[in-house]
DNA sequence: GCCGTTTTCGGCCCGACTGTTTTCAGTCG
């Protein structure tokens, strides 16, 4: 997927047209286009073939060709001409924090500092101090700046942001005056990774709150320190930002800094229109406060139904929101069940019994065994003969009445690179679910590894397209594989597309899944869990199915289990 | 460069903090 090349391109533009200084306007129309596309979700060459680039948000005419330019050609002809005038390493030195466009600016022009090299050079010389606007205080925040660019500051599983969370409500709860602690953000909206984490704090004693935050254990660094707002960085690298308000901005504040900042503009744009302003401490016209206590009373105040967090990236949401064409989305206790699950039959770390009985604790209605099969040999895949023995040890199991739930009989086959399945089709339709999934040959071309699916999912045994793209977030991109036309080859056989809920695939990812639901697919939301802690993975699936515009009729494992059964295929 | 219950031109969200300044520009979210 190219989706992040072009969004680092269009940043580069935008930082470079701002260092150009002509107009004011056209950086920002460039960044919310990189941020439109970075949060897109779905291919942008499958967007590009459909002529569809214009419709997504901040996207016009010339963008598009822009965008168009550079996939078919791979190079754009006005960001070569900026790079020949202003050849500052953009991607580089933006990785600075506090280094902005008028930064590098400066010290192109007087120093001719391009990249982080050389930066580095003149700041060991002393060249810096005297520019105009540096001190010494730039200068050393630059220093520290060039070391963590180098360290790379990535982003943080979303699963291992909770944690962080944990604690750091906690902390600030000891704190004398504190009343409400929210965390807002994109933990609120519940990213498949997020940046930072957005405190919100309602207290009685502002300074005793931030002086306290400050000097939190853990805190490696100190970026902002004010009254209503601070800043500092954890020694985990994680950046966590922290605003008090006043109790009758709460809802204000809340709206504000949850986001997304595309939402927002949007959002007070509307306001505006009607002759108010939104800002983090309320709805206002003139002087008084419309609104701002609660969150849903800004939304209706403004003509909108109320915008669930996870919903909130301005991708039709707001529009939705006025014609009171929301989705339901759907919540975590909707799902009676679980259909991708591992024991250690395979590569899993607990027996079949211990699985279950974890599952039963769930109170689910049904759950399926789905080890690995033969040519998954690095995770002990199981044979023919081994998984008719366990489809007879699952037969006792539903006898013998120890588990409530109906168990029932899967595996997750492997597709092989011609894109068979490796397990006899008389056995597999002894099975009650079968998953499919690509394990190997990731590197192949987009379309052998489509033709492999699609071959794959046509062979009628197999009800559930396993982890469709294969992803490893911050580890591994997706293969390369035209989702369009596997959702086609699905819809036409029946096939039900899989969202994995290990907090390192959420995959389909959210917008995959909004396009798996336009061609009328049903979706699985599976922990594939290996171990019985990762049966709790289920709510990172659920937050993802949210993301990704899902009702509870949209899931089959929210149906009773006799009309999930139907559900699959025969 | 984008965009439209003020529309095809003329607008473009809003505020906090910092460092370097005597009133503000730059950066960030």
Request: with cysteine; proline share 2%.
């Amino acid at each position: 997927m190219k989706n992040n090349d072009v969004v680092q391109l269009l940043n580069e533009m935008a930082v470079l047209l701002e260092i150009q200084g002509t107009d004011k306007f056209k950086p920002k129309a460039y960044s919310r286009a990189a941020r439109s596309i970075a949060s897109l979700g779905e291919d942008i060459e499958a967007i590009a073939a459909r002529g569809e680039l214009t419709g997504i948000p901040g996207v016009g005419k010339s963008l598009a060709d822009k965008i168009d330019a550079y996939l078919k050609t791979g190079s754009i002809n006005q960001l070569e001409q900026l790079r020949k005038e202003i050849p500052v390493k953009v991607r580089e030195l933006d990785a600075i924090p506090g280094v902005g466009p008028m930064t590098m600016k400066l010290l192109y022009e007087n120093l001719g500092i391009t990249d982080l090299e050389s930066l580095e050079k003149a700041v060991k010389e002393g060249q810096l101090k005297g520019l105009k606007g540096i001190g010494q205080k730039t200068v050393d925040q630059i220093s520290e700046g060039i070391q963590l660019a180098r360290a790379g500051f990535g982003r943080t599983l979303l699963a291992n942001a909770f944690p962080i969370v944990e604690g750091i409500q906690a902390s600030l709860r000891e704190i004398q005056g504190v009343r409400k602690i929210t965390i807002a953000g994109s933990f609120r909206r519940r990213k498949e990774t997020i940046g930072d984490i957005d405190v919100l704090v309602v207290t009685d004693e502002a300074e005793q709150l931030m002086n306290a935050f400050v000097h939190l254990e853990g805190v490696a660094d100190v970026l902002a320190h004010g009254p209503t707002k601070s800043s500092v960085r954890l020694a985990s690298g994680i950046q966590v930002d922290v605003r008090v308000l006043p109790a009758d901005s709460y809802g204000a504040g809340l709206q504000y800094f949850t986001g997304s900042i595309d939402h927002n503009v949007h959002v007070r744009t509307i306001a505006q229109k009607r002759g108010l302003r939104l800002s983090e401490y309320g709805l206002y016209r003139g002087d008084e406060q419309v609104a701002g206590r609660e969150e849903d009373a800004i939304y209706s105040a403004v003509g909108l139904d109320y915008i669930e967090p996870e919903l909130r990236e301005d991708k039709g949401e707001i529009e939705a929101a006025q014609h009171h064409e929301l989705p339901k989305l759907i919540e975590l206790k909707h799902i009676r069940g679980d259909l991708h699950t591992h024991t250690d039959k395979s590569d899993g770390a607990n027996s079949i019994e211990e699985m279950l009985d974890a599952a039963a604790r769930k109170s689910y209605e049904y759950y399926c065994i789905s080890d690995h099969t033969k040519s998954l040999t690095i995770a002990r895949g199981m044979t023919e003969e081994q998984i008719l023995a366990s489809i007879s040890e699952i037969d006792e199991f539903n006898s013998s009445g120890r588990w409530k739930m109906r168990v029932l009989k899967g595996a997750e086959v492997d597709i092989l690179s011609n894109g068979n399945l490796d397990i006899s089709d008389e056995v597999l339709q002894q099975l009650d679910v079968v998953t499919a999934s690509v394990h190997s040959k990731m590197k192949d071309t987009k379309e052998a590894i489509t033709d492999r699916v699609c071959a794959a999912i046509q062979n009628r045994h197999v009800d559930i397209l396993g982890h469709p793209t294969g992803r490893l977030l911050l580890k591994r991109s997706e293969y390369e594989v035209d989702l369009e036309r596997v959702f086609e080859t699905a819809r036409a056989s029946g096939v039900i597309m899989e969202l994995n809920s290990h907090p390192e695939r959420l995959d389909l990812n959210d917008g995959n899944l909004r396009a798996a639901k336009r061609y009328g697919l049903k979706i699985a939301i599976n922990t594939d869990a290996h171990r019985i802690g990762e049966l709790d993975n289920m709510q990172f699936g659920v937050f993802q199915a949210r993301r990704g515009w899902l009702e509870a009729k949209d899931v089959i494992n929210t149906y009773p289990l006799k009309e999930m059964i139907k559900l699959l295929r025969k």
